[in-house]
């Protein structure tokens, strides 16, 4: 079955870097779209990043442009997000999903990881 | 950026009786090819997100038939006909027409 598993998450002075990964399994990884989104402690649902099927097209919320990347390894089918110049509002549960798309549109996520937790904090 | 606006945000309900929640975005969410590309998500107290309604009505494989999606436009509804114990959860509206950024609603916590 279709399923994503994130690592990497931790505890974090401010200013450091951390390397989220979500390795998928059950489909196809490299024909689907795929995002990060966290959700900080007791909040909401916040959308972090998108990268396309093929990489080439990277998008990313205001309150983490320049300072994340989101990448991809097709052939060892896992997802990656950089996180630089970290800050205590990052301070989130980070989820991985499989994106959607219907022939026409990509309109965001459908299978979502059990995802990891990272602690910005001196 | 569009903004999803749900209403309420808590949702006391009695076992077996209907339950709906509102979400209203700022703008038409209604794309170009006339898909509306609207979601609705449930997160069950320690879990991750799952989606249960993509494209205004449509349900996701394995969600019971209870759940039901419908709106237009900038107003759209999430109705669960009869609550059971395992419906408790925070629902969240998403939409995915005019992004970047996708953008989530606050979530509308169903209680029993």
């Known amino acids: 079955q279709v399923r994503l598993v994130e690592s990497g998450g931790g505890v974090v002075q401010p200013g450091r870097s951390l390397r989220l990964s979500c390795a998928a399994s059950?489909?196809?990884?490299?024909?689907?779209?795929m995002h990060w989104v966290r959700q900080a402690p007791g909040k909401g649902l916040e959308w972090v990043a998108v990268?396309?099927?093929?990489?080439?097209?990277?998008n990313y919320a205001d309150s983490v442009k320049g300072r994340f990347t989101v990448s991809r390894d097709d052939s060892k089918n896992t997802l990656y997000m950089e996180m630089n110049s970290l800050r205590a509002d990052d301070t989130a549960t980070y989820y991985c999903?499989?994106?959607?798309?219907?022939?026409?549109?990509?309109?965001?996520?459908?299978?979502w990881g059990q995802g990891t937790t990272v602690t910005v904090s001196s | 950026e569009v903004v999803m606006t749900q209403s309420p945000l808590s949702l006391p309900v009695t076992l077996g009786q209907p339950a709906s929640i509102s979400c209203r975005s700022s703008?038409?969410?209604?794309?170009?090819?006339?898909?509306?590309?609207l979601n609705w998500f449930q997160q069950r107290p320690g879990q991750s997100p799952r989606r249960l309604i993509y494209?205004?009505?449509n349900r996701d494989s394995g969600v019971p038939d209870r759940f039901s999606g419908s709106g237009s436009g900038t107003d759209f509804t999430l109705k669960i006909s009869r609550v059971e114990a395992e419906d408790v959860a925070v629902y969240y509206c998403?939409?995915?027409?005019?992004?970047?950024?996708?953008?989530f609603g606050q979530g509308t916590k169903l209680e029993i």
């Open positions: 999903a499989r994106d959607t798309f219907d022939g026409v549109r990509n309109y965001g996520m459908d299978v």
């Open positions: 059950g489909f196809t990884f490299s024909s689907y779209a």
């Open positions: 990268i396309s099927y093929d990489a080439v097209h990277k």
């Open positions: 703008q038409s969410l209604v794309y170009g090819d006339g898909n509306t590309y």
């Open positions: 494209k205004v009505s």
């Open positions: 998403m939409q995915g027409t005019h992004w970047p950024p996708y953008t």
